[in-house]
T-cell receptor, first 108, second 113 residues
Framework: KNEVEQSPQNLTAQEGEFITINCSYSVGISALHWLQQHPGGGIVSLFMLSSGKKKHGRLIATINIQEKHSSLHITASHPRDSAVYICAVVKATNKLIFGTGTLLAVQP | DAGVIQSPRHEVTEMGQEVTLRCKPISGHNSLFWYRQTMMRGLELLIYFNNNVPIDDSGMPEDRFSAKMPNASFSTLKIQPSEPRDSAVYFC???????????FGEGSWLTVV
């Protein structure tokens, strides 16, 4: 079983829809990252969380340390949000463990 | 700052050849990471350095892979001899300290034929 599980693996949404991507992990962590990877490969860090909630524009990330669960929400989705979203947890040794990613396609 | 700079961006090489990938982290960052991404295995940490010292190299596939960080502004990942199964995108990333935002380079796309 992977230490970091994401769901769904694939997601297709219509423009304007509210989107949620989930991440569950089974190890102790010091922080969790949400990453975005566009076609062409570039990876951008969206959030780094150790507790609570963060918001940046239309993106919201939450984490529940007790339940070992994090969610990434996109409000008013847009085709330019189409990308792979990757959850990554930071273990005590500063080692990043990645989820398998969620491929999001937002259709106009 | 120019961000994390990797070179080459693309490389095609023949099996058995030596491959050297280079990375310049963001100035002032003291942690540097090498990752590999393939369709089959997704993103994997190969090795990371803290203050130029290798901290965890448990992700390095085998002895054909080696990484060095001779100073705070430069790191190399070397594959010798290369094999077709090494074909992947290799990302370098850096961060200011443990638990901080990680900045990725654009990746080095390696194809071994």
């Amino acid at each position: 079983k992977n230490e970091v599980e994401q769901s769904p693996q694939n997601l297709t949404a219509q423009e304007g829809e509210f989107i949620t991507i989930n991440c569950s992990y089974s190890v102790g962590i010091s922080a969790l990252h949400w990453l975005q990877q566009h076609p062409g490969g570039g990876i951008v860090s969206l959030f780094m969380l150790s507790s609570g909630k963060k918001k940046h524009g239309r993106l919201i990330a939450t984490i529940n340390i007790q339940e070992k669960h994090s969610s990434l929400h996109i409000t008013a989705s847009h085709p330019r949000d189409s990308a792979v979203y990757i959850c990554a947890v930071v273990k005590a040794t500063n080692k990043l463990i990645f989820g398998t990613g969620t491929l999001l396609a937002v259709q106009p | 700052d120019a961000g994390v700079i990797q070179s080459p961006r693309h490389e095609v090489t023949e099996m058995g050849q030596e491959v050297t990938l280079r990375c310049k982290p963001i100035s002032g960052h003291n942690s540097l990471f090498w990752y590999r991404q393939t369709m089959m295995r997704g993103l994997e940490l190969l090795i990371y350095f803290n203050n130029n010292v290798p901290i965890d190299d448990s992700g390095m596939p085998e002895d054909r892979f080696s990484a060095k960080m001779p100073n705070a502004s430069f790191s190399t990942l070397k594959i010798q001899p290369s094999e077709p199964r090494d074909s992947a995108v290799y990302f370098c990333a850096s961060s200011a300290s443990s638990g901080n935002t990680i900045y990725f380079g654009e990746g080095s796309w390696l194809t071994v034929v």
